[in-house]
């Protein structure tokens, strides 16, 4: 009786109190470590809650790979990270057949996308072949090695990172591949508070012990917990007008952005920003989406998946513009 008194009535029964336990103490963790990222452990979080990937954009020493490495110290999971580069070969990342000579077989060496959380660091900077075989990996949650498949862990979630003021010797991450990463987080500049702290803590030497908060196990039932989040019928009707406006503005009484988009958001796009909103709800303690989540998240969702067309780009009128005012013109039904 007194835990039922104990449970939080704005949770559905498929929440637990202790999954909030959990995600709370994964942030803290993580924030012992990262100063002034909050919006981006969110936005890891909710990649991680729904089993999705995120990429991460933003210059060099914003802590984006420190962020991810320490996520994933926190989760007790398996961790790799994979330097990309121009001469990385596919099965550098998914692993090969090695013949052995004592009984004269063909054995399957696993490569390092066999774990639980893996760092693509500089994505952007490997070939075609390899994007298409993490391609693979990404939407299917397996590797063909010699013919035979071979599943991936569970979770298996993909953090990759790239650099938006450097483009020589880069290669530009194909539309289909971009669409799989359910999020992708601009990194920005830490605030002079912040920064102090941050400069105090690398002069002053200190360093941080990690303890695991969860497990894979664990991991699956927070995921499920997100699908009980309950989302309403306005709020789903809101999140298929977002996502139909970015292909027709002038239905929705937005013509002067018509010029500025090729093309819109996939299907895709509808349902990740519906779950993304589901985990935002669960990582602030509600069993209940929000408008605000669906336009918290609503700029990562889709500022990769918007394509510009040349007059917009002549206008310097960015994706996240755009995206500002879909979120002022498409009103909650």
């Given at each position: 009786?007194?835990q ?17 336990h959990?995600?709370a ?17 969110d ?6 809650l729904?089993?999705n ?8 020493g ?13 989760l ?18 998914t ?10 077989e ?10 639980n959380?893996?760092?693509a ?5 490997a070939?075609a ?22 599943r ?7 953090l ?11 290669y ?8 799989r ?15 102090r702290?941050?400069?105090?803590r690398a ?5 941080v012990?990690i ?6 196990a ?7 917990a ?21 292909r027709?503005p ?5 013509p002067e ?41 609503a ?35």
């Amino acid at each position: 009786m007194a835990q039922e008194r104990d449970r939080d009535l704005s949770l559905p029964s498929a929440i637990e109190p202790r999954h909030l336990h959990v995600l709370a103490r994964i942030r803290e963790q993580v924030s012992r470590v990262i100063v002034g990222q909050d919006a981006l452990i969110d936005r890891l979080l909710v990649a991680l809650l729904t089993n999705n990937h995120a990429l991460i954009e933003g210059v060099p020493g914003l802590a984006k790979t420190l962020t991810v490495s320490t996520l994933a110290r926190a989760l007790h999971c398996s961790f790799a990270r994979i330097q990309f580069t121009p001469d990385l070969l596919p099965a550098d990342i998914t692993g090969t057949l090695v013949f052995n000579p004592k009984d004269a077989e063909f054995r399957v060496r696993l490569g390092p996308l066999f774990a639980n959380v893996v760092l693509a660091d500089e994505i952007n900077r490997a070939p075609a072949k390899v994007q298409s075989a993490l391609l693979e990996a990404m939407q299917e949650r397996q590797v063909t090695i010699g013919g035979e498949t071979h599943r991936l862990p569970v979770p298996f979630l993909v953090l990759a990172t790239q650099n938006p003021i450097e483009h020589e010797g880069t290669y530009p991450l194909p539309e289909a591949q971009l669409d799989r990463f359910m999020l992708k987080v601009i990194v920005d500049y830490p605030e002079p508070e912040q920064e102090r702290d941050i400069l105090r803590r690398a002069l002053d030497g200190e360093s941080v012990h990690i303890d695991p908060v969860t497990d894979a196990a664990e991991l699956g039932e927070l995921t499920q917990a997100v699908t009980a989040v309950q989302i309403n019928d306005r709020l789903r009707e809101y999140v298929v007008r977002l996502i139909e406006a970015t292909r027709d503005p002038a239905r929705y009484r937005m013509p002067e952005i018509e010029p500025l988009l090729e093309y819109g958001a996939s299907p895709r796009a509808s349902v990740f920003l519906a779950r993304a909103a589901q985990a935002y709800a669960l990582l602030h303690g509600r069993g209940y989406v929000l408008p605000e989540d669906v336009k918290a998240l609503a700029p990562d969702v889709l500022r990769h998946r918007l394509v510009t067309t040349y007059e917009a780009e002549a206008q310097a009128v960015t994706t996240e513009q755009i995206v500002d005012r879909l979120l002022e013109g498409v009103g909650i039904p």
